[in-house]
């Protein structure tokens, strides 16, 4: 997955908002997270990934191995366990938050990394450039 390592920005987002709402996040939190544009740093130290994500809000980071479920804390504090597995070049990022569950699938294909919330029935696309 030599591929993905590197930093992307994001260029556009459809019904994140929505996303956000289906998961629990409160209304304040929901209209600051649509707002920005988050950059995304993914780094691979012998199988030990990190993923940094930075706003002009806030800056967080997860760290896991492939297939090892771990203890997330997502980017309004909540806690859920996570599980990050790959499936060709996507990565599938499945969360338990209590009784909500969510996944992101992020498909990495040339420069661009193609994010695709879903909660539920509802989906939210982000749409990433690599930059770096």
Not at 18 to 41: C, E, N
Not at 87 to 114: C, I, P, S
């Given at each position: 997955m030599a591929g993905i390592v590197g930093t992307y920005e994001m260029v556009s987002s459809d019904n994140y908002?929505?996303?956000?709402?289906?998961?629990?996040?409160?209304?304040i939190q929901r209209t600051m997270a649509?707002?920005?544009?988050?950059?995304m740093t993914w780094i691979n130290e012998g199988g030990k990934w990190t993923q940094k994500?930075?706003?002009t809000l806030k800056?967080?980071?997860i760290v896991f191995t492939e297939g090892e479920e771990f203890d997330e804390?997502?980017?309004d504090g909540r806690k859920c366990k996570a599980t990050i597995t790959f499936e060709g070049n996507t990565l599938v990022h499945k969360q338990k938050?209590?009784?909500l569950t969510a996944e992101v699938r992020?498909?990495?294909k040339g420069d661009q990394m193609v994010s695709t919330f879903k909660a539920?029935?509802?989906v939210a696309t982000r749409v990433f450039k690599k930059i770096a």
């Amino acid at each position: 997955m030599a591929g993905i390592v590197g930093t992307y920005e994001m260029v556009s987002s459809d019904n994140y908002d929505g996303f956000l709402k289906a998961v629990g996040v409160a209304v304040i939190q929901r209209t600051m997270a649509s707002k920005v544009t988050p950059t995304m740093t993914w780094i691979n130290e012998g199988g030990k990934w990190t993923q940094k994500t930075k706003t002009t809000l806030k800056s967080f980071q997860i760290v896991f191995t492939e297939g090892e479920e771990f203890d997330e804390e997502l980017a309004d504090g909540r806690k859920c366990k996570a599980t990050i597995t790959f499936e060709g070049n996507t990565l599938v990022h499945k969360q338990k938050m209590d009784a909500l569950t969510a996944e992101v699938r992020r498909e990495f294909k040339g420069d661009q990394m193609v994010s695709t919330f879903k909660a539920g029935d509802v989906v939210a696309t982000r749409v990433f450039k690599k930059i770096a």
